[in-house]
């Protein structure tokens, strides 16, 4: 069970290639998917994958961060790391479903926003914000899923819904754990004990309320009925509410941190 994993062995879980991606996760969850491209300003970013489908028979959009399935793929996704051009593609396709009321599912798994000098000069900080401001505006249901690594504001951006999700086998945290233990230690080498006082496994941050539910990880046929059927669940109890009952509740989530 993934619960006897020691935090680190957890975080080379979230990472491992074995995982199922994004892409894979949406064509099982979606019929009729369509991609949407661009940011309407500057580019498309291929780490963001984006547009419309029928979850059952509920229209919804549908944002995720993917990684690549090969070398080549990872170097044009910057390995699951987003640049500004697809925060603002997230961006575009979250009003576009307020304007039209469809609910959004965010899938996330990225190890955080791409730090290149360009995506700074293009405004990363900037879209990230946007994300979040809009994100907890929205006057439509939200649910934010992290399927593998959430790391820092990069993931952060599309983990504001009005609930939050973790795979088993998924991290959620400010930054890696080498990157923690570089700064405490000057050691990458001990993330392992990183990652232990981190507090970035699913059950340490359902217990502390960062998280709402803990979802199997979905690795054949069953499990993703499993996990269509819970998203098909809680998007008609979000559905059930009235636009101020939902922006409360979704802001009272988030104001307890």
Same mark, same amino acid.
Request: glycine content about 10%; hydrophobic content about 45%.
């Given at each position: 069970?993934?619960?006897?994993?020691t935090?680190?062995?957890? %975080?080379?879980?979230?990472?491992?290639?074995?995982?199922?991606?994004?892409?894979?996760?949406?064509?099982?969850?979606?019929?009729d998917?369509?991609?949407? $491209? !661009?940011? @309407?300003?500057?580019?498309?970013?291929?780490?963001?994958?984006?547009?419309?489908?029928?979850?059952?028979?509920?229209?919804?959009? %549908?944002? !995720?961060?993917?990684?690549?399935?090969?070398?080549?793929?990872?170097?044009? @996704?910057?390995?699951?790391?987003?640049?500004?051009?697809?925060?603002?593609?997230?961006? @575009?396709?979250?009003?576009?479903?307020?304007?039209?009321?469809?609910?959004?599912?965010?899938?996330?798994?990225?190890?955080?926003?791409?730090?290149?000098v360009?995506?700074?000069? $293009?405004?990363?900080?900037?879209?990230?914000?946007?994300?979040?401001?809009?994100?907890?505006?929205?006057?439509?249901?939200?649910?934010?899923?992290?399927? !593998?690594?959430?790391?820092?504001?990069?993931?952060?951006?599309?983990?504001?819904?009005?609930?939050?999700?973790?795979?088993?086998?998924?991290?959620?945290?400010?930054?890696?754990?080498?990157?923690?233990?570089t700064?405490?230690?000057?050691?990458?080498?001990?993330a392992?004990?990183?990652?232990?006082?981190?507090?970035?496994?699913?059950?340490?941050?359902?217990?502390?309320?960062?998280?709402? @539910?803990?979802?199997?990880?979905?690795?054949?046929?069953?499990?993703?009925?499993?996990?269509?059927?819970?998203?098909?669940?809680?998007?008609?109890?979000?559905?059930?509410?009235?636009?101020?009952?939902?922006?409360?509740?979704?802001?009272?989530?988030?104001?307890?941190?």
């Amino acid at each position: 069970m993934s619960s006897s994993l020691t935090a680190y062995e957890r %975080v080379l879980a979230a990472r491992n290639a074995t995982k199922i991606s994004i892409q894979a996760l949406i064509n099982g969850l979606c019929d009729d998917f369509m991609a949407f $491209h !661009g940011d @309407r300003a500057a580019g498309d970013d291929p780490a963001v994958i984006g547009g419309i489908g029928l979850l059952g028979e509920q229209p919804v959009t %549908v944002v !995720g961060i993917q990684k690549g399935d090969d070398l080549a793929e990872n170097n044009a @996704r910057h390995f699951g790391c987003a640049e500004p051009e697809g925060y603002r593609k997230a961006l @575009r396709l979250m009003q576009q479903a307020e304007k039209f009321q469809r609910p959004i599912v965010a899938l996330i798994n990225t190890p955080g926003a791409f730090p290149g000098v360009d995506a700074e000069y $293009h405004g990363q900080g900037s879209a990230i914000a946007q994300c979040l401001l809009t994100g907890l505006k929205l006057k439509v249901p939200y649910i934010s899923v992290i399927v !593998g690594e959430g790391g820092s504001g990069g993931a952060l951006a599309l983990a504001v819904g009005d609930t939050v999700w973790m795979f088993e086998n998924s991290v959620y945290s400010i930054l890696s754990p080498e990157g923690y233990a570089t700064i405490l230690w000057k050691d990458s080498r001990k993330a392992p004990e990183a990652a232990e006082q981190m507090g970035l496994t699913p059950e340490a941050l359902k217990a502390a309320g960062i998280i709402d @539910r803990i979802i199997p990880e979905v690795a054949d046929a069953t499990s993703l009925a499993s996990f269509k059927q819970a998203l098909c669940q809680k998007l008609q109890q979000l559905q059930a509410l009235s636009v101020p009952e939902l922006l409360a509740a979704r802001q009272a989530r988030y104001r307890q941190f």
